[in-house]
């Protein structure tokens, strides 16, 4: 459905307004441009699993052949210092979803 209004509903009820309906939108950022990088479910923003963007979908990494180069690789694109950078594996912040 497009609009509430398109959603099944009865038109009588025994509603009080100690019943009235609620909602929690959660943002997420579905479009995204190709080759744009984020990190997410880290504990700051200089940390966290690496996503990737393709046809407009964010993904996850793979870990293999992953290694500090690629995550120096990640922190340049960010805007963020890239010396000393750590590439870990193994779902450190998570699983992710997508590709």
């Known amino acids: 459905e497009e609009q509430l209004t398109d959603c099944s509903f009865s ?3 025994n509603c009080a307004h100690s019943e ?3 909602v929690i939108c959660v943002f ?5 441009t190709d080759g744009e990088v984020r ?5 700051n923003d200089t940390e ?14 793979c870990d ?8 120096q690789v990640v922190c340049r694109q960010l805007g963020l210092n890239s010396e000393g950078a ?3 594996g193994s779902a450190t912040y ?4 997508g590709l």
Do not use: F, P, Y
């Not at 966290?48 to 990494?61: A, F, K």
């Not at 293999?64 to 995550?71: M, V």
């Open 28 to 32: 997420m950022k579905s479009n995204c």
């Open 11 to 13: 038109e009588t009820h």
């Open 20 to 22: 009235d309906a609620s």
């Open 48 to 61: 966290g699993r690496v996503e990737l963007c393709v046809d407009g979908v964010w993904g996850t990494v």
């Open 86 to 88: 750590i590439g870990v």
């Open 39 to 43: 990190l997410a479910d880290g504990l």
């Open 94 to 97: 998570g699983q992710g979803v």
């Open 64 to 71: 293999d052949l992953w290694g500090n180069s690629e995550a």
